[in-house]
């Protein structure tokens, strides 16, 4: 099965992104920074986060549901 991690999982779009592809093939990671974003996920489908670091191990497609303006932050991430 194809591992895919779903960066921004608690936002508005990410929210939407996570309850379709619980509906898919993929073993989806969720990642979400903010509690809020995580509290919506969880309250919403019952999805909890995972570290970043967690997400990325062995996974085979990176999703960004982020804003425009966090980009750079999360290519950051593993430099």
């Given at each position: 099965?194809?591992?895919?991690?779903?960066?921004?999982?608690?936002?508005?779009?990410?929210?939407?992104?996570?309850?379709?592809?619980?509906?898919?093939?993929?073993?989806?990671?969720?990642?979400?920074?903010?509690?809020?974003?995580?509290?919506?996920?969880?309250?919403?489908?019952?999805?909890?986060?995972?570290?970043?670091?967690?997400a990325?191990?062995?996974?085979?497609?990176?999703?960004?549901?982020?804003?425009?303006?966090?980009?750079?932050?999360?290519?950051?991430?593993?430099?």
């Amino acid at each position: 099965m194809t591992k895919l991690a779903l960066f921004g999982a608690g936002g508005k779009m990410g929210v939407r992104l996570s309850k379709n592809l619980t509906k898919s093939d993929f073993n989806t990671v969720h990642v979400e920074v903010s509690p809020e974003g995580r509290a919506r996920l969880k309250a919403e489908l019952g999805i909890e986060c995972q570290a970043a670091d967690a997400a990325l191990d062995g996974v085979d497609v990176v999703v960004l549901a982020v804003p425009d303006t966090a980009i750079k932050k999360v290519r950051s991430i593993d430099h």
